[in-house]
């Protein structure tokens, strides 16, 4: 635990703490010590990354009347929900939080949040296979008897609102959260209703979770219900949304909805939510090569994270007064996204030869984690979007330079900005915690520079694990290789 109260420290000290939820800095280290898989690393700078995204998460534990939420800022903005909750990024939120020891006491509360809320719909999102996600880690799977109608209910209504004649789904890309991007702005940035590989991979994600669900409960009709569901939009993702070898968005001429598959219009242009069919599995074997774009220059790589857009299109980072660009900028709500999706394609389709490549991005997520304040000095940080060409949070550039105003947020509104995962990459990626039955198995994406790693204090399906590579045995002499320890 010594490692741990360093960092906490660490972090402590640099903080300076303008808004408190329910676990304050000054308690901070005992509740990380219970909660958390603690992990060590030969690269200390992703070791530090991940318990300071630990240390970020607790800041937005939040209980209220209704059990606890998680919340994406600290303080509370306009244009949040009950409880300043907004759902744009709550499957991010339980895909980091399914990890803690008592996951289900802080994240159930949660989920029941968004199935009787009508602001669950204000955002896309991917949350009834984050709510699988977490119930893989948790071993809970059974919510009630009202469970299952309450997930068509949820499923259903983003029918009745987004879903086309055909089975598929429009939305504007301010509704994704990802505002201004390319492909979903006319020439005056107007946005522009469209079929977009965002809602309906999340639609077929959420489709083949209530599946499951319903399979769990014993509803054979049901499962086989949303199972085809499930098979329509994987099938039309694959079919229609692949042009020109990348998955793209169709958006509208005019508002003939039918005619969508030939009366569209949108730049030919290559967007990082291209890669979000592969972070459900959703794309047919052969098309990974795409993937070797995250490391070219002339498209998604930059000296600071992946590029939301190709950087040889004529409207990279075009001129918006607005804070919160998708035409370029480097978000980590997409890095989070995309190198869940390289993940499955390493384990999923086969691609090992893509390995280095995940742990070359992520840890270069890692090293993201930092700002440099006014006197020069280097701080632990975590905002909302980040220039792909400088070394700055965009976002909080631009909301210092207007004065903080209250309606866009306040002061250091992005501050330890909870809008992306970073534990759950180190611990399904790197350590490569399998969530598919009830005994512990890993595949691990190792970085060929590392001879050792530890991840200790895992939870798992009511059990607690230790999870140990160690290349030649020397460093915890007890063996080679991968060792799971059960306690």
């Keep these: 635990m010594e490692k741990l109260k360093y960092y906490v420290d660490t972090f402590n000290a640099n903080d300076e703490e303008v808004y408190k939820n329910s676990i304050d800095n000054d308690h901070v280290y005992e509740w990380l010590k219970e909660e958390i898989p603690l992990f060590e690393c030969p690269d200390t700078e992703v070791e530090r990354a991940y318990y300071f995204r630990?240390?970020?998460y607790r800041k937005h534990v939040k209980q209220t009347a209704e059990g606890y939420v998680i919340t994406e800022f600290l303080p509370n903005v306009p244009w949040s929900g009950k409880y300043n909750v907004i759902n744009a990024p709550n499957s991010h939120h339980l895909y980091e939080g399914r990890w803690l020891k008592n996951a289900d006491a802080y994240l159930s509360n949660y989920a029941e949040f968004f199935l009787k809320e009508s602001s669950a719909h204000s955002y896309s999102s991917w949350f009834i296979d984050s709510l699988y996600a977490l119930s893989s880690v948790t071993g809970k799977f059974n919510y009630g008897d009202k469970f299952l109608d309450k997930l068509v209910a949820y499923y259903q209504k983003w029918e009745d609102e987004h879903g086309l004649d055909n089975g598929v789904f429009w939305s504007i890309d301010d509704r994704d959260a990802m505002e201004f991007s390319i492909s979903g702005?006319?020439?005056?940035?107007?946005?522009?209703k469209g079929v977009r590989p965002t809602l309906n991979s999340y639609m077929c994600a959420d489709a083949l979770a209530?599946?499951?669900?319903a399979s769990l409960y014993g509803d054979s009709e049901k499962a086989e219900k949303f199972m085809k569901k499930h098979v329509q939009l994987k099938d039309f993702i694959n079919d229609n949304l692949w042009k020109n070898g990348f998955y793209r968005a169709l958006h509208y001429k005019n508002d003939d909805y039918k005619d969508i598959l030939t009366n569209y219009t949108g730049e030919d242009v290559k967007e990082e939510i291209g890669y979000i069919p592969w972070a459900f599995n959703i794309p047919q074997k052969g098309r990974e090569d795409v993937f070797k774009l995250l490391l070219d220059k002339d498209c998604f790589y930059t000296p600071y994270g992946i590029a939301s857009a190709q950087i040889n299109h004529e409207k990279f980072l075009y001129e918006k007064d607005h804070e919160c660009l998708w035409n370029g900028y480097v978000w980590p709500f997409a890095t989070s996204q995309t190198l869940t999706a390289l993940m499955n394609v390493i384990r999923n389709y086969g691609r090992v030869d893509f390995c280095d490549m995940y742990c070359e991005l992520l840890i270069q997520y890692a090293k993201s984690h930092y700002r440099i304040t006014e006197n020069g000095t280097k701080v632990d940080w975590i905002d909302e979007v980040r220039h792909p060409l400088r070394d700055e949070w965009?976002?909080?550039e631009l909301l210092k330079d207007w004065g903080w105003k209250a309606e866009k947020g306040g002061y250091e509104r992005g501050k330890d900005y909870n809008?992306?995962?970073?534990?759950?990459?180190?611990?399904?990626?790197?350590?490569?915690?399998?969530?598919?039955?009830?005994?512990?198995?890993?595949s691990p994406i190792i970085p060929k520079s590392w001879d050792w790693f530890k991840l200790e204090n895992l939870n798992y399906r009511g059990k607690s694990y230790t999870v140990i590579y160690d290349k030649d045995g020397s460093k915890y002499g007890i063996g080679k290789g991968i060792v799971i320890k059960e306690k």
Aim: proline residues 2%.
């Design 210 to 213: 209530i599946s499951k669900f």
């Design 419 to 442: 809008h992306s995962t970073f534990c759950d990459l180190i611990i399904s990626g790197i350590v490569g915690v399998n969530t598919t039955g009830d005994t512990l198995s890993v």
């Design 54 to 56: 630990w240390w970020t």
């Design 185 to 192: 702005r006319d020439e005056n940035l107007q946005p522009m």
């Design 394 to 396: 965009s976002s909080r």
